[in-house]
């Protein structure tokens, strides 16, 4: 089980993610992920764990999915496979999983290798974006194309 210190608890966090970060989507599941300046601006917060200071794991496995007990046994499942994935998340990252509706009749072998997939190509995204690509603008917000504070 992921310890509780790094699994993602508001609501804000989870859309912060969801709406701004790098999406990458396999048949059971969607993974959505941002680099730790994405996650939560100002001074990091320091937690201690194999994923580095500040990485918060969220999952979402809505009624799509399955009555009550199918839900908890993908979420369950989802937070098993992701223990074992915590610690190659970079340090300060945001990521919420997001179960589809195969995911309730996929084996764990399945949902693990699609977690695996999912997980590596929005890692490679964050990496393209930071490595030069202004991060993706929420919905709704605009660009002016003016630079704050510039002339």
Do not use: C, Y
């Not at 046994?73 to 195969?102: K, Q, S, T």
Request: aromatic letters at 2%.
């Amino acid at each position: 089980m992921l310890p509780a210190s790094v699994r993602l608890r508001k609501s804000d966090d989870f859309d912060r993610i969801v709406r701004t970060g790098h999406r990458a989507g396999r048949p059971t599941l969607v993974v959505h992920a941002l680099a730790a300046t994405e996650v939560r601006p100002g001074p990091p917060v320091a937690r201690s764990g194999p994923g580095g200071a500040g990485t918060q794991v969220g999952f979402v496995v809505g009624r799509d999915v399955g009555g009550s007990v199918q839900r908890h046994r993908v979420a369950r499942r989802l937070r098993h496979l992701m223990r074992a994935r915590w610690a190659d998340l970079p340090a300060g990252a945001g990521v919420v999983v997001r179960a589809l509706p195969l995911a309730a009749a996929a084996s764990t072998g399945t949902l693990g290798r699609d977690l695996d997939a999912a997980l590596n190509r929005a890692g490679a995204r964050i990496a393209r974006s930071s490595a030069g690509r202004a991060p993706r603008r929420p919905a709704g917000q605009v660009s002016t194309g003016v630079e704050p504070g510039g002339s």
